[in-house]
């Protein structure tokens, strides 16, 4: 049973706040709605009365920064083993939304609340970082309620601690002082133990790929190093200093459409692979006219890097050569929050948000 929540008031004499009671729960959707961050956990709501495919309404449901979903039902007047079986319910439809299922509830909640902001860009707002390429692969069930009932509790701690169903019961006390609300909220079960539902397939939780577009990361260095002026004017885009850099790079495909994003800075250039990576000593690019041996151009950056460079295997410079549709110059990079960005040197970009945007800003038909 969880502990009896009480509130004192210490200006002088402790006077303990009273306890009232309140239609909460015809109020606590409008609430959580208006501020998720009463529930204790940082969530981005996705949803609000989603219908299901069973002809009920999920209250609402919201978004981690792990890309987890979190179902989120009040109990209202029903009865323990009502509310308890329809959120289960909820869960078993939960489980089975794809990526672009999960983006498409968004989408009809803010244009519901005539919001123009897409996924990506909210998520990027409340969490500070662009959703991972994998949504959905866990979620969690929480009733919320202003009392819980022993049925209730029993039911709950039976299946969440018991059984490792990711249910949970969070209800709040209201109370009133001096002409002043507060609420205070309590969780049933210990929310460290509480662990999210891992979705047993990940079929559809990743945005589908469109076989043609990748993403790249060019580490442009202001101070030697490779150098995105030099990129621009011959046509390519490299990576090195380690196996774990130039692995992904070297993997790029002939005929790959290329986004090219500068760390920290943004996308400068959009183009397509058209040759093999080779090692910068042995490099040709197209100047003048004609085929040139790399190191023999005039380049601004510098390619040749020692072999014990690294300890990480092969420690050269790979160069892929690459036809440019746009680009710009670094300092005109193109950043808005809600781009995709990776760690990885290349990685197939799944992010249509980002396809948009960036094409967009290009002035490239997709």
């Not at 919201?62 to 179902?71: E, Q």
């Not at 983006?103 to 990027?124: C, G, L, M, S, V």
């Not at 047993?200 to 060019?218: C, H, I, L």
């Not at 110059?329 to 995709?340: I, R, S």
Request: hydrophobic letters at 40%.
């Amino acid at each position: 049973m969880p502990l009896e929540v009480g509130l004192w008031r210490v200006d002088g004499a402790p006077v303990r706040v009273t306890t009232r009671r309140m239609a909460l729960e015809s109020r606590l959707e409008e609430l959580i709605e208006a501020d998720p961050a009463i529930l204790g956990t940082p969530l981005l709501l996705i949803g609000r009365q989603v219908p299901t495919p069973y002809g009920k309404f999920l209250d609402l449901l919201g978004i981690d920064a792990d890309g987890n979903l979190h179902v989120l039902e009040l109990k209202r007047d029903r009865t323990p083993r009502d509310v308890v079986a329809q959120i289960l319910d909820y869960g078993s439809w939960v489980q089975g939304l794809t990526n672009d299922e999960v983006r498409d509830i968004h989408a009809e909640y803010a244009a519901r609340r005539h919001d123009e902001e897409a996924f990506d860009q909210a998520f990027a707002a409340r969490f500070g970082a662009s959703p991972p390429e994998e949504l959905n692969s866990a979620h969690s069930l929480t009733v919320v309620a202003s009392e819980v009932d022993p049925a209730t509790e029993r039911i709950v701690t039976y299946l969440s601690t018991g059984y490792g169903v990711p249910l949970n019961v969070l209800f709040f006390r209201y109370f009133e002082d001096d002409g002043r609300s507060y609420l205070a909220r309590t969780a049933l079960v210990d929310d460290t133990t509480a662990t999210p539902a891992r979705v047993a397939t990940s079929r559809g939780k990743q945005e589908p790929w469109n076989g043609q577009d990748w993403y790249v990361a060019f580490g442009h260095q202001d101070t030697g190093g490779r150098n995105w002026d030099d990129a621009r004017k011959y046509g390519f885009i490299s990576a090195g200093g380690g196996e774990w850099y130039s692995r992904t790079l070297r993997g790029l495909p002939q005929g790959a459409r290329i986004f090219t994003h500068i760390p920290s800075r943004g996308y400068v250039g959009i183009g397509t692979v058209i040759g093999e990576a080779q090692p910068f000593e042995e490099a040709r690019l197209a100047a003048d006219g004609d085929q040139r041996e790399m190191k023999s151009l005039d380049l601004r950056g510098s390619y040749l890097r020692p072999a014990a460079a690294t300890g990480d295997g092969d420690s050269r410079e790979w160069i892929v050569p690459v036809d440019w549709e746009a680009t710009v110059p670094q300092e005109q990079a193109f950043w808005v929050p809600g781009l995709f960005a990776n760690q990885n040197s290349a990685c197939k970009l799944r992010a249509r948000f980002t396809i948009d945007e960036v094409s967009r800003r290009f002035g490239i038909d997709k």
